[in-house]
């Protein structure tokens, strides 16, 4: 995905290396670094700007690799938050695209997931519709203890220091919910180790964390544009309330396989709104490869 910055403006004239994958916008007749595309193929870097440039004011390829356009004018963008049920979209994900593979090599990488999901969103829009820009990323996940799973809170405040490397991703965690095998008499069973053993783990609160976001970002005057990316029914009622807001305005998003028959979003009650289906392929491209 490519991003603009704050210094690009409508009218502004932008150049693209294709062979180096940097950007530059020339402000005072100088050149300003934006920011590079390491990512992208060539086709990607088209690909991603193709909704939002002018394509009748395209340079020639001089010296080749080059490419100039200036930025439309005529099209809206939309300040755009996504708030993401960490857990839901991960294992959700996992099932459908990736079921052999361990837990640990199917985690999603939350701003590589948006970028997807934004990209894929502004590609199906009609001509003029408005587009969206990702300014805010919420992540709620629950947190292992580190009385009972020392590695992997660990590796959990590794990731949340790995995601929050961009700005605009913000994580929070809430203490997973541990239950304990119990004997008859309700007394917690220990290991030969004198550990407590560990019956089930769960997230608590995660939905209610994730409830009040939707709510709360669909007021913020700043967000043109509420993406909620999670699968659970229960977050409807949260939707119903953020559309009568009359604030931003609410999407969802969900997985989608071209084997199954339908999609499993959620829709709220209120009126129907957009969903965009991500597919395997953005599946792939949403998967955090770091080891941790």
């Not at 003029?128 to 809170?153: C, F, H, M, N």
Request: charged share 25%.
């Amino acid at each position: 995905m490519v991003h603009f910055g704050h210094n690009a403006r409508v009218g502004d004239f932008v150049l693209i290396n294709l062979t180096q994958k940097v950007i530059f916008c020339e402000k005072a007749s100088t050149l300003t670094r934006l920011g590079t595309s390491s990512e992208s193929s060539q086709r990607g870097v088209l690909d991603t700007l193709y909704r939002v440039c002018d394509y009748s004011a395209i340079a020639p390829h001089h010296p080749p690799g080059l490419v100039g356009f200036f930025i439309r004018s005529d099209m809206p963008l939309l300040n755009t938050c996504v708030i993401i049920d960490y857990q839901n979209l991960h294992m959700t994900g996992k099932q459908l695209f990736n079921n052999q593979n361990p837990i640990h090599l199917s985690l999603i990488d939350p701003l590589k997931y948006s970028n997807q999901l934004i990209s894929k969103r502004n590609s199906l829009q009609e001509p003029g519709k408005a587009l969206a820009t990702l300014t805010k990323i919420l992540v709620y996940r629950g947190l292992p203890s580190p009385k009972e799973d020392k590695k992997s809170y660990g590796r959990s405040l590794a990731q949340k220091s790995e995601w929050e490397r961009d700005r605009r991703v913000n994580v929070i965690y809430r203490p997973l919910k541990y239950y304990y095998k119990r004997d008859t008499s309700g007394s917690i069973l220990l290991d030969s180790n004198g550990k407590s053993i560990i019956d089930k783990v769960e997230e608590k609160g995660i939905d209610v964390l994730c409830a009040l976001a939707i709510v709360r970002e669909a007021r913020d005057a700043n967000n043109q544009l509420v993406i909620v990316a999670s699968q659970d029914t229960d977050l409807i009622p949260a939707l119903n309330e953020a559309i009568v807001q009359n604030g931003a305005k609410i999407e969802t998003c969900s997985w989608f396989s071209g084997n199954a028959s339908w999609s499993h979003e959620i829709r709220p009650e209120k009126r129907k709104i957009w969903n965009t289906r991500l597919d395997g392929t953005n599946f792939s491209r949403s998967l955090d490869t770091k080891a941790y």
